[in-house]
């Protein structure tokens, strides 16, 4: 009697372990797609702007656009591992993007369209 109690028990834990990581995929897998569907959406403004003014096809747009976004954001991704001795200014190579964002520009930029 108490083999089958345990044997119950146990299966009862296993199926909650399973639930447990079928939402833990789901939730990995939602975040992902949602990552996946923003970054489309944004690169996609950049393309149309490149196809329509500079009449390149959209393949090359596309593709040119991924690589330099690829390229400027791989950076502050190994910023923390394999980069992690880089230091601009006494910031680490996340905290440089950042200051170059917020110093300079946005308000460049920012002055710039108001200028527009």
Not at 50 to 58: A, G, Q, S
Not at 77 to 89: M, N, P, R, V, W
Request: hydrophobic letters at 55%.
């Amino acid at each position: 009697m108490l083999f089958r109690e345990l044997c119950f028990l146990e299966v009862v834990d296993n199926f909650l372990i399973l639930l447990f990581l079928n939402g833990l995929f789901r939730l990995r897998f939602n975040l992902t797609y949602a990552a996946v569907t923003s970054a489309i959406s944004l690169l996609e403004v950049v393309v149309a702007y490149i196809v329509d003014e500079h009449e390149w096809e959209r393949k090359k747009a596309a593709q040119v656009v991924g690589i330099i976004i690829f390229l400027v954001g791989v950076p502050p991704l190994l910023g923390y591992s394999a980069l992690s001795d880089f230091e601009y200014l006494g910031m680490d190579l996340l905290d440089t993007y950042d200051w170059f964002a917020n110093t300079i520009f946005l308000p460049f930029l920012g002055c710039f369209l108001t200028l527009i």
